[in-house]
């Protein structure tokens, strides 16, 4: 059974159709809609400027915020520190 669906968005006063899994359905309006409100507040405070740079701001802050997201959630260290005391355990259990 094929789970897909077609829906169309409209971002930036274009339309954009796209086949979608039917569980993200949720997701992607949510997203088309977090964009639309982000341009619509840049082109409320930035008046004179045009849509393409516009667009290009919005882009460059989902983009911020993502590095942002990703460096918070960055384990990297945490499991350094979980291979040292795992060696460190199995060095002291070898010792017995």
């Known amino acids: ?3 897909k669906i077609k829906i169309n968005l409209q971002i930036a ?3 954009y159709p796209l086949t979608i899994e039917r569980k993200d359905e949720a ?3 949510e997203a088309a809609k977090q964009v639309n409100n982000r341009l619509n ?3 409320e405070r930035y008046k004179n400027l045009g849509s393409e740079k516009i667009i290009a701001m919005v882009a ?3 983009s911020y ?3 942002q997201l990703l460096e ?3 384990t990297g260290p945490y499991t350094a520190k979980m291979e040292e005391l ?3 355990l199995e060095n002291c259990f070898k010792e017995e």
């Open 65 to 67: 915020e993502k590095l």
């Open 41 to 43: 507040a840049y082109r």
């Open 60 to 62: 460059y802050q989902f």
């Open 13 to 15: 006063d274009s339309n």
């Open 27 to 29: 997701m992607v309006r």
């Open 1 to 3: 059974m094929n789970d």
């Open 86 to 88: 795992t060696e460190l």
């Open 72 to 74: 918070r959630n960055d």
